[in-house]
Every structure is written in structure tokens, then in C-alpha cells.
């Protein structure tokens, strides 16, 4: 489970937000929609999810790919792939790694990949739009918006990892009933509405 926590600053009413960068076009579409409503503020920080861990602990076009084998044939035929560096603590990335190992091509595909900025994970979408990756494999929330490029689908069958990000109001909150207000805007039909234009699928409470 990836986290998204949340924490107070001391003064009154600015919640101060460490998330996930694959929630960032969500937050960045809902951010001023809960500021209007409720009156805070947001001050959002956005990191990997295992970066954003750490420091809360520390204070392509194709056809459909149908099946694991069909995955691994196109793969291996392509000249360039795209995904987040595993080292950077991206979720996608370190899921996609351990999918080339279980295919079996994690040596064959180090020469042909293309990493793109940590800071900047959706880049992967970028560079496949640009023509420098033939094909890109990262959350679909962070490739719906770029332009140029076919979303193809998830990956077949076990292979898909279902990213599951929720909310948590941190034990050292200034403010927990403030806190508690941007999670439960995140519930409304309207940030739901939101959450689904950005590729996600939202739980219900």
C-alpha cells in the first residue's frame, strides 16, 4: 500500500502534504476545489512513493498485448523501452523490474533502456511521444494527459499491479479535524469525478 500522509504546519488551517507523485494530477485538480470549500490551505510536497515513505519515517504503441509471452516478444523486439529507475524508489519502476525478471530478459533489456528524470517520472510518456523510447511502461495516471502517444492497456495478466494509495492523518498533527476534512473531500462525488479522469479508479469508503 502506498501512502499519501499528511501533516499540519503550526499555523492555523495550512496542511502540509507529502504525496505520491502518482497522485500529483489529482491533487493538483482537487487542491484549490478543497482550499475553496473548506477555507485551508495545501502546501504539497510530491516525491516517489518510497521516497515519500522514507521521509515521513525520517521526520509505447502497439497492439494489445494479450499475454505474458506476447509482452516478452514485443519487448525483445524493440529497439527502446522507457520506465522509471527501480533505484529511485518509483513503484511502477521497481514493479516493472521485477516483471522483466520474471520474463526472463532483465539482462537483454539494460542496453535498450531509457530512464527518465526521477524528479520527473511521467517523462517516461515524453520520451515515447518524442521518439526517443519505442515503447513506455509507468502508472496510467501520470500518461493520460501527454499527447502523442497510445496507451495500450495494463499489463497481462498477473503482471498487473494494482497501486493502492490511501490517506493518513499523521499522529504529530496540528489540526487532525482540518486533515481529516481533505480526506474526506477526497470521498465526495466530486473529487471522485476527478479521480477518474486521471486513469483511477477510486474504492469505495
Excluded: C, W
Amino acid at each position: 500500500m502506498f501512502l499519501l500522509m499528511l501533516g499540519i504546519n503550526a499555523e492555523a488551517a495550512e496542511l502540509k502534504v507529502l504525496s505520491a507523485i502518482g497522485m500529483q494530477s489529482v491533487l493538483e485538480g482537487l487542491g484549490p476545489k478543497f482550499e475553496r470549500a473548506t477555507g485551508h490551505k495545501l502546501a504539497i510536497s510530491f516525491a516517489t512513493a518510497g521516497a515519500a515513505i522514507k521521509r515521513a519515517q525520517g521526520g509505447e504503441a502497439v497492439d494489445v498485448i494479450s499475454s505474458p509471452d506476447a509482452l516478452k516478444r514485443t519487448l525483445l523486439a524493440a529497439k527502446s523501452i522507457s520506465y522509471v529507475e527501480p533505484a529511485s524508489g518509483g513503484a511502477s519502476g521497481v514493479h516493472f523490474a521485477k516483471v522483466l525478471d520474471r520474463l526472463g530478459i532483465a539482462n537483454e533489456m539494460k542496453s535498450k533502456t531509457i530512464f527518465p528524470n526521477p524528479k520527473t517520472p511521467a517523462e517516461v510518456g515524453v520520451l515515447v511521444a518524442n521518439g526517443e523510447a519505442e515503447i513506455g511502461v509507468h502508472v496510467i495516471v501520470e500518461l493520460v494527459s501527454v499527447a502523442g502517444i497510445d496507451i495500450v492497456g495494463p499489463l497481462p495478466g498477473d503482471l498487473q499491479n494494482i497501486i493502492v494509495f490511501a490517506a493518513a492523518v499523521m499522529a504529530s498533527a496540528k489540526d487532525a479535524e482540518a486533515a481529516k476534512a481533505l480526506v474526506t473531500f477526497l470521498r465526495t462525488p466530486e473529487a471522485v469525478a476527478v479521480i477518474r479522469t486521471k486513469g483511477m479508479e477510486p474504492s469505495t469508503p
